[in-house]
């Protein structure tokens, strides 16, 4: 799966900075030449980023209104969290990004090259997102209780939604615009919540679900990795099944989802995220 190889991702990023600039970044400018880009080119979102490490932060203005203008969030609701809460959700982030290091620290060098913020916040019903307008942001809704290891989790998850957006910014995944993918013909079943949703909605449930699978057997929770095997394999069919929503690119991108799912070969995706 291309979000897991390495070079992929140092190629896209790239290529951003490069059309965002006009010329190619320095290697050890690369991530703030990214990050910088993203800023420029969604000007609606200020993604406030460090110049080493992810950004943790209570209070994103851009984001908040960008995210109710689309309606991933409803109106006028104070989101922020109290100040009594904030060192300890800090520490929990910390955590969850120490777990995925743990992991496997080339996936998480991936993950701190192409996320300048992680923007805590509070929403009713979600655990957090991430949205196609905020490429470079992740937005999360912690719990102290989740503990690292699932906190770690919902990083990997929202950032893989990260590299699907680069993705379509750099070689488009879908052939339709979304008000085409959101006809109801063009729905299927998420591989995450298990229910009819838009094309891409379900495209992205299928890529995550994968991606987890390879985050769960290599941190050793067969069982959790397991559970996700037969329904994202409904999902990827059901998408399989409707060729003309997709460009080739989404659907050579999709064809690797749906062979990892078969073969499982986390060596070889372990091989990608390092570069060999």
Request: negative net charge; aromatic residues 8%.
């Amino acid at each position: 799966m291309r979000f897991f190889d390495r070079l992929w991702v140092l190629g896209s990023v790239d290529a951003v900075a490069t059309a965002t600039w006009h010329e190619p970044p320095a290697a050890e400018q690369l991530r703030s030449q990214y990050l910088s880009a993203l800023s420029h080119l969604q000007s609606w979102t200020k993604i406030q980023w460090a110049p080493e490490g992810i950004a943790v932060t209570f209070d994103n203005p851009g984001a908040v209104a960008d995210f109710v203008r689309r309606e991933a969030w409803g109106p006028g609701r104070d989101r922020l969290f109290p100040d009594r809460q904030r060192a300890e959700l800090r520490e929990l982030i910390g955590a969850g990004l120490g777990t995925i290091s743990a992991v496997n620290r080339h996936l998480h060098e991936l993950i701190e090259l192409t996320i300048g913020e992680i923007f805590l916040a509070q929403e009713s019903g979600s655990e957090g997102g991430t949205m196609s307008s905020a490429v470079g942001l992740i937005w999360l809704n912690p719990l102290v209780e989740w503990g690292a290891s699932k906190t770690g989790e919902n990083i990997v998850h929202e950032w893989i939604h990260n590299m699907l957006f680069l993705a379509d910014m750099v070689d488009p995944i879908f052939a339709v615009d979304y008000i085409g993918l959101s006809e109801e013909s063009a729905h299927a079943t998420s591989a995450i919540l298990h229910r009819k949703r838009p094309f891409d909605r379900c495209y992205h449930s299928a890529a995550v679900a994968a991606g987890l699978v390879f985050f769960h057997t290599i941190s050793g929770e067969k069982e959790k990795a397991d559970a996700l095997i037969e329904p994202t394999v409904k999902t990827v069919r059901e998408l399989q099944g409707k060729p003309d929503l997709m460009t080739q690119s989404g659907s050579d991108l999709l064809e690797q989802v749906a062979r990892f799912l078969e073969t499982r070969d986390c060596d070889h995706l372990l091989a990608l995220l390092s570069g060999d």
